[in-house]
Nanobody
């Protein structure tokens, strides 16, 4: 069974930094893309950043220049370094994996982690 486990959320002041980490576990052969989405109260879930196995990165305009995504393909991990945090970055952050090929030949289009809370105080 494949799982995504996130860590690193918490409370930080405006202008501060946090790093989120996510690790995929299970019998995984490869993952096409890993990334982060977030959902603030009363709002829809939105893309924050994604990164393909070929190191192509995509960022939401609202986080460009402040957040950096990185991943380790061999370890099936993805991280999100967040700096210059703003109160509007407050949300539950979800790790996502797309195009997961398992060691037994299975394929999962996409699945989510359980989410980690990031709160930025003003």
């Amino acid at each position: 069974q494949v799982q995504l486990v996130e860590s690193g959320g918490g409370l930080v002041q405006t202008g501060g930094s946090l790093t989120l980490s996510c690790a995929a576990s299970g019998s995984i052969n490869s993952i096409d893309a890993m990334g982060w989405y977030r959902q603030a109260p009363g709002k829809q879930r939105e893309l924050v950043a994604t990164m393909t196995s070929a190191a192509s990165r995509n960022y939401a305009d609202s986080v460009k220049g402040r957040f950096t995504i990185s991943r380790d393909n061999a370890k099936h991990t993805v991280s999100l370094q967040m700096s210059s945090l703003k109160p509007e970055d407050t949300a539950v952050y979800y790790c996502h994996a797309a195009g997961v090929r398992s060691s037994n030949g299975g394929y999962i289009y996409g699945f989510w982690g359980q989410g980690t809370q990031v709160t930025v105080s003003s």
